[in-house]
Structure formats: structure tokens, C-alpha cells
DNA sequence: ATTACTGCAAAGGATTTGCATGTGA
DNA sequence: TCACATGCAAATCCTTTGCAGTAAT
């Protein structure tokens, strides 16, 4: 775990074990699936360990941290990207950082704040389920 | 308490201190914000008053909920419009929908998904907060 | 008179903390 | 060795729920 060493942290089974988990995933999760995930392989690692391994990770940069509806995710820290979710059926995909650029620096422009926009999810309704759900919800 | 009324609610001095307590805020509050500002006026309602408030108010649609760094926050709906709030010193401002309708359009456009922009809060660092801190954090 | 809303107490769940022990550098 | 990381238990916080009583319509 190059990352690990790289950023000074201890290379110990929890904290790569927690990596793995989220460079595999290709998604956003939270701690608790996290702590699910490791426990297959690592039964009675404690909740507390994922939280704090999750917020020295996310210290390090190694990680990212999002918040949607309330829940607390992270993820594996690749380029600045954004997510767009189905909130019906939780189907995920990536939006590339261009779609917002413009809003970025027109919104700097104009306030004279500098914005974070690293990192954003947009929900909505995917194809499948507009056509399933019609006009419900 | 018009507004109450006509969405079939219930004029109850908890709502209707509530919904002042949104109208005048103007800007977002956190369940827990809300109940210190109703007791200094009815100082023994209890948290699950306010839960239950909020959630029937929201789903009336008087206010809107939205997420925001891993808080719940409420406030007086309004049309669609969204926030920008500095990550220091926590000065909020609203931006105008018009800001995203572009980038709305272009990912409906590409991805065929019909998303949900009605409110977003975007954090960052207002012109003040640059000058002091500079290059800090 | 109905039925929604409240108050209270207790349950639930997620997250954090203290402290002794273990382990990677 | 020594600082950092872990494991465990308990504490805390926020939010929800059950139920009996109250008040708005």
C-alpha cells in the first residue's frame, strides 16, 4: 500500500483493508457498509476503528468524504468528479467536473467567494425508473 | 397562519412558532436550532414535537429540508433557489435558480435522467474569509 | 365528537471517547 | 523503543416511537 507509507500513515490490516474496500467499490459508502465489508474478512473489528481510520484517511487526502440525504460517505479520492444518483433506485454514475465549470467561476465572478465544488451529487430519476414510476412519487 | 390552514394543518402554537421562527430566519436551521429558538418562548417542548413538526410541514410543503455537511437544516420554502455559504464564518447568501439551469438542461440532455436541483447548497470561502486567512487551511 | 397534535418517557442507532494493550516504524 | 493504531466498553448525540392525554375542527 504505497498510498499508506506515502502519506506517513502505518500500513496495519484495518487501515488497508478499508482502502481496498473503497478503491474496489467505484461508489460512494457509508461507514456502516464499510464496517459490513471488512467484517467478512475481519469479523470483530470494532465501529470505532472505522471511524476513526475513515477520518485520518480522509486527513491524508487518501480518501473523500460526501454528504447526501443525511448519510455520510466516502470514497476513494480520484480526479475532482461529481456523481449523479437515481434517488429511487440508487443507480450511480459520474459526471465529469466540466459540467460545472462554467457555474464555478461564473458564481466566483459574481460573489467574489472562492467555491468548492470538488465534489457534488445530483440527484434525480433515472431513465428505467421514470418510465416505471410515470408520474408517481 | 394561512398558509397552515390551507394545507389542512392543524393551528397549533408549536407550528405556528415554528414556521416564524423559519420565515424569519431566513436562512437554514437545524432541528436542534429550532428547538432552542421555540423554548425561549415555550421553553418545555420536547425534540420529538419538532421532529414530527418539521416532517409534516415539509411534507405540506411549506418548508424545505435540505442536506448539508451531514446536517438536516429547514427552511421556509420559497421558490427554488439555492445557498451559498462560506465554510469559515458560515455567512450564507442565496443564489438564483437561474445559475444551474444550464447545467441542469445539458446533463438531463446527455444523461436522460430528469434531476433534482431544487436546492443545493454550495460551500466555500466568502471574499472576507480569503483575505484573512489566505493561503491558511 | 372526531381525530390530529402534543408531551413525556423510553428505545434506537450512529458516532465519539477513554483507556489499556498491541504493533509498525 | 515509542508513537501511533487498535480493541473494547461506555458515553453522547440525534432522532424516532408508543401511548395516553389534549385541543383544534
Redesign the interface.
Known amino acids: 500500500m504505497v498510498e499508506l507509507k506515502t502519506s506517513g500513515q502505518r500500513v496495519t490490516s484495518s487501515r488497508v483493508m478499508i482502502l481496498c474496500a473503497l478503491k474496489h467499490s467505484a461508489r460512494h459508502m457509508t461507514p456502516g457498509e464499510l464496517l459490513d465489508e471488512v467484517r467478512r474478512v475481519h469479523p470483530h473489528i470494532p465501529p470505532s476503528t472505522i471511524y476513526r481510520t475513515l477520518a485520518s484517511l480522509r486527513d491524508a487526502g487518501l480518501i473523500s468524504e460526501t ?4 448519510e ?1 460517505e466516502y470514497e476513494w479520492s480520484d480526479k475532482p468528479h461529481h456523481h ?1 444518483v ?2 429511487s433506485c440508487g443507480y450511480e ?1 459520474s ?1 465529469p467536473q466540466t ?2 465549470n ?2 464555478e467561476k ?3 465572478a459574481e ?7 470538488t465534489h ?1 451529487a ?6 428505467e425508473c ?1 418510465r416505471s414510476q410515470g408520474a408517481a412519487r
Open positions: 454528504h447526501r440525504g443525511g455520510t449523479l437515481c434517488r454514475r459526471l459540467y460545472f462554467q457555474v461564473k458564481i466566483e460573489s467574489g467567494f472562492r467555491i468548492d465544488l457534488v445530483v440527484t434525480g430519476l433515472c431513465p421514470q
